[in-house]
């Protein structure tokens, strides 16, 4: 996790509030937070960002979590360059892993890959709000297109008539 996150973003919880049962926090960021979360993953603007975390203990330190985010970002379209506002709501399962338990030789199995992401802590807390921002960033679509925005006709026609048209008999067919 980003140390950047931690410093801009943070809402520690501690494990010693954490009993038997499931405990419930909800996290809102101030639109100072949202601000500088923007500027970090390079948005032009987050208007909102909320989470709601359901934490229990799993067993030897490991914490289970379920976590939902929601998150209205503005984002600029990569077909009209416009700036438009989502909403964003993501579900994800979480396990909090002391950085004791996590080998550094670990190999990444496909059971691994669809369990829940595991995020290793060290101390007597977790940061809820570092991984609240680290979930939005991954929830980000990489390229966004506003909604009906469609590229222009006869966008791509150029290779017919480039340099490396002798080579378009060649392409493999798309399937």
């Known amino acids: 996790m980003s140390d950047d996150m931690s410093q801009i973003f ?10 038997t ?9 101030t639109s100072e937070e949202c601000a500088a979360l923007a500027a970090l993953f390079g948005l032009p603007a987050i208007a909102a960002l909320a989470g709601e975390f359901t934490v229990s203990h799993e067993r030897a330190g490991v914490l289970a979590a379920d976590l939902k985010l929601t998150a ?19 579900a994800a399962q979480l396990r909090f892993v002391p950085e004791s338990k996590l080998g550094a030789g670990d190999v990444l199995d496909a059971e691994t890959l669809e369990g829940p992401d595991e995020i290793p802590y060290a101390g007597e807390a977790i940061d809820l709000g570092a991984v609240l921002a680290e979930q939005l960033a991954l929830a980000l679509d990489p390229y966004p297109r506003k909604p009906g925005a469609a ?5 791509g026609e150029a290779a017919a008539s480039g340099p490396f048209a002798a080579l378009l008999p060649f392409k493999k067919p798309e399937v």
Request: hydrophobic share 35%; proline share 2%.
């Open 10 to 19: 943070s809402r520690r919880m501690k494990l010693g509030g954490i009993g």
């Open 21 to 29: 049962n499931k405990v419930t926090r909800t996290i809102t960021a």
């Open 72 to 90: 209205r970002v503005t984002q600029e379209c990569v077909v009209t360059l416009e700036l438009f506002e989502t909403t964003i709501t993501e």
């Open 151 to 155: 590229l222009p006709e006869g966008f």
